[in-house]
T-cell receptor, first 112, second 113 residues
Framework: GQQLNQSPQSMFIQEGEDVSMNCTSS?????WLWYKQDPGEGPVLLIA?????ELTSNGRLTAQFGITRKDSFLNISASIPSDVGIYFC????????????FGGGTRLMVKP | DSGVTQTPKHLITATGQRVTLRCSPR?????VYWYQQSLDQGLQFLIQ???????AKGNILERFSAQQFPDLHSELNLSSLELGDSALYFC????????????FGPGTRLTVL
């Protein structure tokens, strides 16, 4: 099935470092979302973006909806150990069933 | 806690068997979505129901079916199970319009032996 291209696939960083990950698609979306998944749990919504060019923050997290509507990035500043997990981008085109198309995920590991 | 509940948490069964996964959406949500997460395919949309009616279908096998009941809970039925059906199955729900942000349940881990 279709997936978004998410990179990097994994990152191993030092506590306190900033993190950046991004997602690209060949299709346009009218909503981009970023989820975090901990082992054995369901994805938890971090940030939702509804407008091309929109830049939104949630604490140490900042995400942007690309101008072309085909990409998005997520930045995490000053990482802490509890940031460990898998981060997924998801694109949504409302009006076409509202389903989410997910990226392959970025596994983040943080060394204290 | 997203407010979406799923049972059971774990399910172990044999090839050829049939299982039913259950999901209760958040209070007030009318839409339920089912997703499959496997190592090789990632998170894939299976099917959406809105207020009891099927609204959208994704990569759902013919051996799989779902329904949404009048109380809005949903069941995903998987039959003639194969080893490759082993995966995490997530349910998500969204608000009364049938659109908007989707909130995920904790998932059911299915292991087919």
């Amino acid at each position: 099935g279709q997936q978004l291209n998410q990179s990097p696939q994994s990152m191993f960083i030092q506590e306190g470092e900033d993190v950046s990950m991004n997602c690209t698609s060949s299709s346009i979306f009218n909503t981009w979302l970023w989820y975090k998944q901990d082992p054995g749990e369901g994805p938890v919504l971090l940030i939702a973006l509804y407008k091309a060019g929109e830049l939104t923050s949630n604490g140490r997290l900042t995400a942007q909806f690309g101008i072309t509507r085909k990409d998005s990035f997520l930045n995490i500043s000053a990482s802490i150990p509890s940031d460990v997990g898998i981060y997924f981008c998801a694109g949504q085109f409302t009006g076409a069933g509202n389903m989410l198309t997910f990226g392959g995920g970025t596994r983040l590991m943080v060394k204290p | 806690d997203s407010g979406v509940t799923q049972t059971p948490k774990h399910l172990i069964t044999a090839t050829g068997q049939r299982v039913t996964l259950r999901c209760s959406p958040r209070s007030g949500d009318l839409s339920v979505y089912w997703y499959q997460q496997s190592l090789d395919q990632g998170l894939q949309f299976l099917i959406q129901y809105y207020n009891g009616e099927e609204r959208a279908k994704g990569n759902i096998l013919e051996r799989f079916s779902a329904q949404q009941f009048p109380d809005l809970h949903s069941e995903l039925n998987l039959s003639s199970l194969e080893l490759g059906d082993s995966a995490l199955y997530f349910c998500a729900s969204s608000g009364p319009s049938g659109e908007g942000t989707q909130y995920f349940g904790p998932g059911t881990r299915l292991t087919v032996l």
